[in-house]
């Protein structure tokens, strides 16, 4: 079974940036979409942002969108997400989420079928 195993969390002040991949496990997986949801303690998981690998387009969640951009290698189906200006706000787990098909709509979990085991982002005040 393909994973998807994401890297590059880690604590950063209020203001700061971090940079956050997501690989699959098997460089032949060609999902049509990869992205991000994250999840804070007692809340539900939230969409991020993901790329349509059709024509490379992203859509990012309101709560982040100006300040998180997504990228990615359309070969390898790797992707990035730059996350600048940070928040307490965004301190969670963030997930890397893939889907093999065009069902479903992007912002919702039920949507992906491989998830990664998260990697927890901390802002601090």
């Known amino acids: 079974q393909v994973q998807l195993v994401e890297t590059g969390g880690g604590l950063v002040q209020a203001g700061g940036s971090l940079r956050l991949s997501c690989a699959a496990s098997?460089?032949?997986?060609?999902?049509?979409?990869m992205g991000w949801f994250r999840q804070a303690p007692g809340k539900e998981r939230e969409f991020v942002g993901r790329?349509?690998?059709?024509?490379?387009?992203?859509f990012y969640g309101d709560s982040v969108t100006g300040r998180f951009t997504i990228f990615g290698d359309n070969a390898k189906r790797t992707i990035w997400m730059q996350m600048d200006s940070l928040k307490p706000e965004d301190t969670a787990v963030y997930y890397c989420?893939?889907?093999?098909?065009?069902?479903?709509?992007?912002?919702?979990?039920?949507?992906?079928?491989?998830w990664g085991q998260g990697t927890q982002v901390t802002v601090s005040s």
């Open positions: 790329v349509r690998w059709s024509d490379g387009s992203v």
């Open positions: 098997e460089r032949t997986f060609r999902p049509y979409a």
């Open positions: 989420a893939a889907n093999t098909n065009s069902s479903g709509r992007y912002y919702r979990t039920t949507s992906y079928a491989y």
